[in-house]
């Protein structure tokens, strides 16, 4: 079993950097060490207590995520390191591979916390003794959530919106803005949702094929796309029906 860390008076966020470990071998030239954003100077520096990170399918956002996860010593199948289960250092696996080569700051060192991602509700819930199972999976996952989030400790979501109504996400969002305010947790997420990329003054990145850069939500092609859809429904459809997907931006 994982030995818990003592409550801190300090803010987050607790896990304050990553960068790549120099007593290495020069990184592997295949996924995921061929990302853009990756190379033998990686650094990242977690600068609020709520972190997001955006783009498109292939571009490593959920494998970032996941390598965090490994790194905090969460199993990659779902829950906390108090869960048991196999952690995500195998060679063969893409986030434990990047995880392996990673070298992880604190101020302190947090335990405590879990990683939750849509696919894997059901196994976390069950490893949780929760209840949520008997709710509908909207329901229970955003209650999973804020039922386990109101302690200090490290909390990893990879794409939750994948589980929740756009209802849902309004009220995730809401409870994320008042970890963001309060400081005393931090969240690292992966995101396709706009609704959830606003959080107030979380620290939004955009991994692209230039690579890692900071990036406020109205800037980015999921809340550009949304906006368009919204301003015009009709001319939105004509033109995605016409192949036209350039102009709705």
């Given at each position: ?232 429904p009709v001319h939105f459809v004509a033109q995605a029906m016409s192949g036209g997907f350039d102009d709705l931006f």
């Amino acid at each position: 079993m994982a030995r818990r860390s003592r409550p801190t008076r300090l803010p987050a966020p607790f896990l304050k950097a990553l960068r790549i470990r120099e007593d290495e071998e020069p990184l592997p030239d295949h996924y995921p060490f061929d990302l853009p954003w990756l190379d033998a100077t990686f650094t990242f520096r977690f600068e609020e207590p709520v972190t997001i990170f955006v783009g498109e399918n292939g571009s490593g956002k959920s494998t970032l995520v996941e390598a965090v996860a490994a790194l905090v010593g969460f199993p990659l199948g779902g829950g906390g390191a108090w869960a048991g289960g196999p952690n995500a250092a195998a060679d063969g696996d893409d986030p434990g591979a990047l995880a392996a080569r990673l070298r992880a700051s604190w101020l302190p060192k947090i335990s405590r916390g879990w990683f939750l991602r849509a696919g894997s509700f059901e196994a976390v819930a069950s490893i949780l003794a929760t209840d949520h199972l008997s709710m509908s999976h909207g329901e229970g996952f955003l209650e999973l959530m804020s039922a386990r989030m109101q302690e200090q400790g490290v909390y990893i979501l990879d794409e939750p919106e994948a589980a929740l109504s756009p209802r849902r996400e309004v009220e995730l969002l809401r409870f994320l803005g008042d970890i963001q305010a309060k400081g005393d947790a931090q969240v690292v997420m992966a995101t396709h949702s706009p609704i959830l990329m606003a959080v107030p003054g979380a620290a939004l990145w955009r991994l692209t094929h230039r690579g890692l850069s900071r990036i406020s939500y109205r800037d980015t092609d999921h809340f550009r796309l949304y906006q368009s859809f919204a301003a015009d429904p009709v001319h939105f459809v004509a033109q995605a029906m016409s192949g036209g997907f350039d102009d709705l931006f």
